[in-house]
């Protein structure tokens, strides 16, 4: 089993009450914008879900995330991990009559205002994992059209 995630790409999130979030203007793998670039979006929001086997805890996370032809990633996020033993802890109580795998899973949300865009073309959220792993959790296209 691999470590895995994915990412949520919206206008916003909010916090609901009994800990929900509320996931508002959801992009489908692509957004479209009016206008030339270089251009500024007021608010882009980014939640993502990172997934490791329980035989793999996590010691570290940083989500990175890269704007369109940039190597560089122009933003970055710790994510607080609990000690590997007490993630294991997590898991060690559940019934062991069960088939599914068994994942540790870490989430963040990322609230980017304003986001300045100087080209189309793929923002892409990077997490890495212990220092070393790679893991992608996903892209968003970015199109500009004409007014």
């Known amino acids: 089993m ?10 916003d999130i909010r916090n609901e ?8 203007g959801c992009y489908n793998g692509v957004i479209f914008i009016s ?3 270089p251009l500024v979006l007021p608010k882009l929001c980014v939640h993502t879900h ?7 805890p996590f010691s570290s ?13 122009f933003a970055e996020e710790p994510i607080e ?8 802890g997590l898991v060690a109580n559940l019934r062991p009559e069960t088939s599914a795998p068994l994942y540790i899973v870490a989430a963040t949300s990322l609230i980017f205002t304003p986001l300045e865009l100087r080209s189309g073309g793929l923002l892409r959220i990077r997490a890495f994992v212990d220092a070393e792993q790679e893991v992608r959790l ?3 296209r970015i199109e500009g059209q004409a007014c």
Request: hydrophobic residues 25%; neutral net charge; contains cysteine.
């Open 17 to 24: 009450p009994g800990g929900k979030l509320s996931f508002i």
């Open 61 to 73: 996370i940083v989500v990175r995330c890269y704007l369109p032809g940039d190597e560089q990633p």
């Open 2 to 11: 691999d470590r895995y995630g994915y990412s949520i790409f919206c206008d």
């Open 50 to 56: 990172i997934f490791s086997p329980v035989s793999q």
């Open 35 to 37: 206008g030339q670039f």
């Open 138 to 140: 996903g892209s968003l």
């Open 81 to 88: 991990t609990p000690r590997r033993s007490e993630q294991t």
